[in-house]
């Protein structure tokens, strides 16, 4: 196949999936972003963590939050769990990789936060240990996943949010977590700024 055409289908296929994607998702990321509203305005935080793509998509989330995404705000809280090169590293060396999340929610997360879970599988270690960290803290969950939700889904409870891109291409379920995570930020926007209609 010709080269561009290669591009071409990379746009089609991204486009196709995120309108196939839209009805079944719209109503969980309204679920998560109230969530994350309701967290923000009691005085608790955001916590976000991934790995690889998913961990420069939490940092992208917390930088959002904190500054601003389209509108001036004053700043929200947010921790990206994925920034800090000395703890993650401590962390995996003196006790496992899987760890390096799961012991910063147990450190920083108070009842009443919120732990943002990104992994496109579902089924990352780390991630999974984080989210049951946040269990022991009294913290609630929400996770952007694809795949079928993998373990990551099976383990969410009824207070929590599932946001599930029906996809398998690990690029296509990354390209809707990111207008997925847009989506979040405009929303939580519009609900503190008073423009919800």
């Known amino acids: 196949m010709p080269l561009l055409d290669r591009i071409l289908d990379h746009f089609q296929a991204s486009a196709r999936t995120k309108l196939e994607a839209a009805d079944a998702l719209a109503p969980a990321i309204e679920s998560a972003a109230r969530l994350m509203v309701h967290s923000l305005a009691q005085g608790n935080k955001i916590m976000a963590c991934g790995n690889g793509g998913s961990a420069a998509y939490a940092q992208h989330f917390a930088a959002v939050m904190i500054n601003r995404f389209e509108q001036e705000r004053p700043g929200l809280a947010a921790l990206a769990l994925t920034t800090d090169t000395s703890t993650l590293t401590a962390i995996a060396n003196d006790h496992d990789y899987d760890q390096v999340f799961a012991r910063q929610v147990k ?14 599988s579902g089924n990352s270690p780390s991630i999974l240990q984080a989210m049951a960290a946040a269990r022991a803290r009294n913290v609630q969950v929400i996770a952007l996943t694809g795949c079928g939700g993998g373990r990551l889904a099976e383990q969410m409870q009824t207070e929590d949010v599932c946001i599930c891109v029906p996809a398998e291409s690990t690029a296509r379920i990354q390209e809707v977590h990111l207008l997925a995570i847009h989506c979040l930020c405009d929303a939580v926007d519009s609900v503190l700024l008073g423009v919800e209609e």
Do not use: H, K, R, V
């Open 107 to 120: 450190a920083l997360g108070q009842p009443g936060d919120i732990l943002l879970a990104i992994s496109t």
